[in-house]
């Protein structure tokens, strides 16, 4: 199968422009699947995820990469996606992790203008029948109770 029909798209892809930068918004309140902040940094649920427990973390300051970042924004950044980390290990148990930063659409980014980092929780055998022959992923767990998981694992920790 060449193509997933995926309706429910189109109005995300339609409002990208509309909304601005999904970060900015989150970091003014304007989403529901933000984990924590923290003085510098942001970490919340991508609603389109790679796998199951995918966590976006960002500087609040909008920059574009990471020499833009002042020291102590980058230390808090690392500290973010170090606490995410835990938050994910403690809820999910992954075995494995991809940790990384696509900076510019040639190098995949899909939001170029707010620098961010992707956390995606790995297990083996993660990868099935279903990417490989219908190129779609299954994601079995909603939003929703993922982040009130978090949340809950991280009131715990704090």
Known sequence: MDKLWAPWRIKYIRNIKKKGCIFCSARAGK?????????????MLNIYPYNNGHILVS???????L????DIEALDLFKAIKR????????LRPQGY????????????????????HIV???VGDTNFMP????????????????KQLKNAQSKTD
């Open 84 to 91: 995410a980390q835990k938050l994910l290990a403690k809820t």
């Open 67 to 70: 020499e833009q970042l002042k």
């Open 98 to 117: 991809n940790i990384g930063i696509n900076l510019s659409r040639s190098a995949g980014a899909g939001i170029t203008g707010h620098l961010h980092v």
């Open 132 to 147: 490989a022959l219908a190129g779609a992923k299954v994601i079995s767990q909603s939003l929703e109770e993922l982040c």
């Open 121 to 123: 929780p790995r297990w």
């Open 59 to 65: 500087p609040l300051r909008h920059v574009r990469s």
């Open 31 to 43: 989403n529901n699947y933000v984990v924590f902040k923290t003085e510098h940094s942001i970490a």
